[in-house]
């Protein structure tokens, strides 16, 4: 049951996720925001369980690495991005979806290089999470389009550049181990 932990935390976080495209899709942007952030708290969770799980070489599940990138690219990809367009880019139609296009596919790029690149104390580019987050708390404030446009530029960009960030292990002051996902 203990190693079957991380997964359910996972499928909860993909589950948020696609609730909040559900929400987004009724045009209840608050709930969306807020189920991307049940998502967030439970891809912390999954992370944290995992790593106290793992196997005696100290080596996270292939399958977990995978569940995680394929319920992060949902709840801080797909969902946020909609809600982006649901809620304000709808009225630019083609820059608002090569917007939400840009930031869709950026982060999925940014989830398949993870693995590949940082340290135990940093991550390169911008994670998906904080970016999503950010983005669908954007959508529920409903700010002009232009604004949002350039936040989906942004963030879009982050994701994919080599610009360091801190791990939140670094932020408390502990060290990360280098298996940590």
Do not use: W
Request: contains cysteine.
């Amino acid at each position: 049951m203990r190693s079957a932990l991380p997964h359910l935390a996972t499928c909860g976080n993909l589950a948020s996720g696609f609730v909040a495209l559900l929400f987004a899709a009724s045009d209840d942007f608050l709930y969306a925001a807020a189920f991307i952030l049940v998502a967030a708290a439970l891809d912390l969770l999954d992370g944290a369980i995992a790593r106290n799980g793992c196997d005696e070489e100290g080596q996270l599940s292939e399958f977990g690495k995978n569940l995680d990138s394929l319920a992060d690219v949902v709840s801080f990809g797909a969902a946020p991005a909609f809600a982006a367009y649901a809620a304000v880019l709808h009225v630019l139609p083609v820059a608002g979806i090569a917007g939400c296009l840009a930031f869709f596919v950026c982060g999925a790029l940014r989830l398949a290089r993870f693995p590949l690149v940082g340290g135990p104390d940093r991550f390169v580019g911008l994670p998906i999470p904080p970016a999503g987050l950010f983005i669908s708390i954007l959508a529920a404030l409903g700010p002009p389009p232009l604004l949002i446009l350039a936040a989906l530029a942004a963030t879009s960009v982050l994701m994919v550049s080599t610009v360091p960030f801190p791990t939140p292990a670094a932020l408390l002051g502990r060290k990360k181990s280098p298996h940590d996902a």
